[in-house]
C-alpha cells in the first residue's frame, strides 16, 4: 500500500518489502505472472513514498540489529527474490537513485539452469497456442484461443502442476514444453 499512500499500523517497527520482478509494464490481457511484477515507476513510487514518510530504508543486517536492540524507530528493508536479470537491469537504477541498500536473493538453480522456471513456461506455453496439449499434466486439450480462456487453462494447469513432487511438474512441464 506505500505506493498508493495507505495508512500503515500505528505500531509497526519495521518491514520488509519482497520483490521479485521489476521491469516495465506488458502488454495484453494474458499475463498470468503479473502478480511478480512492479514497475520502475511503481518502484520509484514506493521509495518516494518512505522518503516522503521519512522511513529510511536499511539492509538486512541493519533490520536485524534493530529488531534485535528493540530500537522503536521506523525502518524499511528491501529484497528481490530469484535474481531475475530485470532487478539488475530495472531495479537497481531506481535504488541508486534513491541511494538505497537493497539484497537481492538469487536462486543458484535458475544461473545454473538445474531449476525450472515451470510457472514461466507455462506462460510462454499458453500465450502462444490456440490449443494446449495438456495431457502430460494430467488435463488434455485446453482451448486456449483467446485471453479469457488462456486463463482459465493456465489456472487449470497452475493446480495440476501443484499436484506433482518436483520431478514430477518438471517432467510434465518439459514434455508440454516438448510438445509446443
Known sequence: GLGRGLPLRADWRGAVLMMHRVRPAGTGAFRPNRHLEITPGFLDD???????????????????DRLARG??????????????RDNLVHAAP????????????????????????????????????????ARPAGCGLLDTRDAKRKTAAFDTLVRAMWRFDEPGRDRAIREMADRH
Not at 71 to 84: E, I, N, V
Open 46 to 64: 514506493v521509495l518516494e513514498r518512505l522518503s516522503q514518510m521519512r522511513i529510511p530504508v536499511v539492509c538486512l543486517e541493519e533490520a536485524a
Open 71 to 84: 530500537c522503536t524507530d521506523r525502518f524499511a528493508a528491501l529484497t528481490f527474490d530469484d535474481g531475475y
Open 94 to 133: 531506481v535504488m541508486r537513485r534513491h541511494g538505497v541498500p537493497f539484497t537481492v536473493f538469487v536462486a543458484t538453480g535458475m544461473v545454473d539452469a538445474s531449476a525450472n522456471a515451470w510457472w514461466m513456461t507455462l506462460e510462454e506455453i499458453v500465450a502462444a497456442a490456440t490449443t494446449t496439449d
